[in-house]
């Protein structure tokens, strides 16, 4: 055979190296294996890792008693919280979104909001106060806060919004002002009837005393 040519030595010489270069090889084989074992799993951990993150963050918007969205830098809508399409009266994400949400805005507020809107997609954040429509045609006035969502490249992707419902707050505090000039309106009237009081009570005496001297 192939080892006929050797001695016996040479032979078992290189039966030797023959066995352990294959013992070599099967033991790269053996680690690579494990190791793309091990890929699998940590590519399987990083996976579920990231769905329980997403299930995690995803029930916090669910449950988020403010309106939380996100808007591209034309203004559409890409995606709001349930809270938020209550807020808009509308019945899922899929009746609004892509909608510019600059139709919501009343008329008077649409300037202001755009320019807020427009700074937050130079990178900056936004406060605002404005007063919405609803589909339902109900109005309600709103308190933004507003960030950039950026691109690995630096870019600012979306807006994303968190907005609260102040309606209740600003009728108060249109109560409160309301009441507030009543309180100054009676306090004027009060010191104007007083002052005219003390010009009118001398001259009112005077005209009875001539009344008295009259024969």
């Known amino acids: 055979g192939v080892l006929g040519s ?27 294996r494990q190791e793309s074992d091990m890929r699998v799993v940590e590519g399987e951990r990083s996976r579920e890792t990231l769905a329980q993150r997403e299930r995690y963050l995803r029930t916090i918007l669910e449950n988020e008693p403010e309106c939380v969205k996100t808007l591209s830098p034309d203004g559409s809508l890409l995606d709001m919280n349930p809270a938020g399409l209550r807020m808009i009266a509308a019945g899922s994400i899929e009746e609004v979104r892509g909608l510019d949400v600059r139709e919501l805005v009343r008329p008077e507020f649409r300037e202001r909001f755009t320019e807020g809107m427009e700074a937050v997609f130079r990178g900056e954040t936004s406060l605002q106060v404005f007063e919405i429509e609803g589909l339902d045609g109900t109005r309600r006035w709103m308190e933004q806060h507003a960030a950039p969502i950026w691109n690995t490249d630096g870019t600012v992707r979306e807006m994303l919004a968190v907005t609260r419902d102040i309606t209740e707050r600003m009728r108060s505090d249109a109560e409160r002002l309301r009441s507030q000039r009543l309180e100054a309106v009676d306090s004027l009237a009060g ?3 007083h002052d005219l009081n003390n010009v009118l009570t001398p001259v009112m005496l005077g005209l009875g005393e001539l009344e008295e001297g009259v024969p």
């Open 6 to 32: 050797y001695t016996l030595e040479q032979s078992v010489y290189l039966l030797a190296v023959y066995a352990a270069t294959v013992g070599c090889l099967q033991m790269v084989v053996s680690a690579s």
């Open 191 to 193: 010191g104007i009837a």
